[in-house]
């Protein structure tokens, strides 16, 4: 007997189109549908030219701490914190913070906006990594200008598949 072999989604997306399925199940059906279709990968180089066009990225070693494992037994689940020094006042105060990192297929793994009303310029959360590589947090300030920092991890497990 042959073996046929049916995604979920191709499942879902049949039983919507046969009208088994609540049209907003089929909308999520369809937005997932759009998020398989983005290219499945992209350099960092070009994620970087991509949210920071030509603008110069100066080194943040001063004023950015990120922490990071040096050794990361399993890949989905790192976790990490950066904290910028920074006055947070409205003269002067982080806008954003951004996350990348180099070997994952989408190098953008997070982007937290911030206000003066912050209060501090510090966040923490856990990344997925694909693989043992470079991990870089890239402060944007109020008046536009970029630093960065970036740290070495090295991944044992990988946690990202796609």
């Known amino acids: 007997m042959p073996k046929l072999s049916v995604t979920r989604r191709a499942l879902l997306a049949g039983a919507a189109a046969a009208g088994l399925v609540p049209a907003w199940r089929a909308r999520d059906v369809a937005a997932q549908g759009t998020l398989a279709s983005l ?65 994952n297929p989408r190098p953008l793994n997070a982007k937290f906006n911030l206000t003066p009303a912050s209060g501090q310029a510090y966040v923490a959360t856990s990344l997925r990594l694909a693989d043992t590589g470079d991990v870089r947090a890239v402060a944007e300030m109020q008046d536009g200008a970029l630093f960065m920092v970036k740290r070495s991890v090295r991944v044992v497990v990988a946690g990202c598949a796609i």
């Open 39 to 103: 290219p499945p990968e992209e350099p960092v180089d070009r994620t970087m030219q991509r949210l920071f066009g030509s603008r110069p990225i100066r080194d943040g070693a001063t004023l950015i701490n990120l922490e990071l494992p040096l050794i990361a037994e399993d890949g989905g689940n790192v976790a990490m914190t950066v904290e910028v020094k920074s006055p947070m006042t409205r003269e002067s105060y982080v806008k954003a913070i951004y996350v990348l990192s180099d070997r």
